[in-house]
């Protein structure tokens, strides 16, 4: 059975820093080989979108709202896919939620795309405030 459980969300004030993290499990071997992963974010108010993104190839995307400022990357050793959020702003508050296809045929920045993932995990809640 596939899951993902996000944790790390927090509060923070403007220009802090938050670590997310994403344990996925339950994937056939092709996760090792083949997949797309990515986070994703519903602000207050908005519809759920791509924040960045990594494929099997060690590519990484990002939304330009968030390029230079996030780092996705996965750490195989834990399992997990982790998100390192800089420089923080009062726009980055929402819920983030993580997701996961293996085997997929995307790839790059493909992976940004909500319509390729078939598992998610229920989110965490990030705020930014002062």
């Known amino acids: 059975q596939v899951e993902l459980m996000e944790s790390g969300g927090d509060s923070v004030q403007p220009g802090g820093s938050l670590r997310l993290s994403c344990k996925f499990s339950g994937f056939s071997r092709s996760i090792d080989t083949n997949y797309c992963m990515a986070w994703f974010r519903e602000r207050p108010g908005g519809e759920r979108e791509a924040v960045a993104a990594?494929?099997?190839?060690?590519?990484?995307s990002y939304a330009d709202f968030v390029k230079g400022r996030f780092t996705i990357a996965r750490d195989n050793a834990k399992g997990t896919l982790d998100l390192e959020m800089n420089s923080l702003k009062l726009d980055d508050t929402g819920d983030y939620y993580c997701a996961v296809n293996s085997p997929t045929r995307a790839y790059g920045s493909s992976c940004l795309f909500r319509t390729n993932y078939d598992h998610w995990g229920q989110g965490t809640q990030v705020t930014v405030s002062s």
């Open positions: 990594l494929d099997d190839g060690g590519r990484t």
